[in-house]
């Protein structure tokens, strides 16, 4: 399953996804992902940040309340067209681009005169076909000490398979009513940990989030990865 077949989902689930994440999301992201994605992000005026997978572009626009500037991309075509429509209020301080989170070149074609404080990216992480690429470069576009706040679906919890160790991938839904099933990548805590690791970030933030459902078993997890190389 390729990064292309992913896409092509996306655009096709683009128009639905901006209508149900609205401006300001929808209340899983607003209760369960922004608060702690917010608080080991701690975004401020001074900050220039890089919105890996930006979707409909909202948490862009929950940023630049805040004064903050920001350069946020995603790969779907459709999907960018959608955001630069819904945050044109906040067009001084967000920057919308067309790029590749499995592409190390195109990621590295966003990079400014200076360089990014901080990245962030919500809910994108097991939507991404190879990770890789982006963690190295986002680690290249960060200021020295500079961090990542990603939150993602926790893989030792959330998973419609039985493996949890071998890396995989399968459809799913994420909104009731959208109209194609996206394709997931799986991959273990471990995976994801020594991929940050091999590409010069240590982890010095790290929450599990449940939702209302069930308070006992995380649907999400919140990680910081600090740039250290």
């Not at 572009?57 to 999907?79: K, P, R």
């Not at 308070?215 to 910081?224: A, F």
């Amino acid at each position: 399953m390729t990064a292309e077949e992913s896409k092509k989902i996306w655009n096709q689930n683009a128009e639905f996804w901006d209508n149900a994440m609205g401006d300001d999301s929808n209340e899983f992201h607003r209760d369960v992902v922004r608060p702690k994605v917010t608080e080991l992000l701690s975004p401020n005026p001074t900050d220039y940040i890089l919105d890996v997978a930006c979707g409909n572009g909202n948490y862009s626009g929950y940023l630049a309340q805040q004064g903050v500037s920001v350069v946020a991309f995603d790969y779907s075509e459709n999907m960018i067209e959608l955001a630069k429509k819904r945050q044109a209020q906040y067009g001084s301080k967000i920057e919308f681009y067309v790029a590749d989170a499995t592409s190390k070149e195109s990621i590295l074609a966003l990079q400014r005169s200076q360089p990014f404080t901080k990245a962030v990216s919500n809910m994108a992480i097991m939507d991404i076909t190879e990770i890789a690429p982006l963690f190295e470069a986002v680690n290249e576009l960060l200021e020295t000490n500079g961090f990542f706040v990603f939150a993602t679906q926790h893989p030792c919890f959330i998973t419609l398979t039985e493996k949890y160790m071998t890396p995989h991938s399968y459809y799913g839904i994420a909104i009731e009513g959208q109209p194609n099933e996206q394709l997931y990548y799986h991959r273990s805590m471990q995976d994801i940990f020594n991929i940050c690791f091999k590409t010069g970030f240590v982890i010095d933030g790290f929450y599990e989030e449940c939702y209302k459902s069930n308070k006992e078993i995380p649907m999400v997890m919140i990680v910081r990865a600090k740039k250290i190389k």
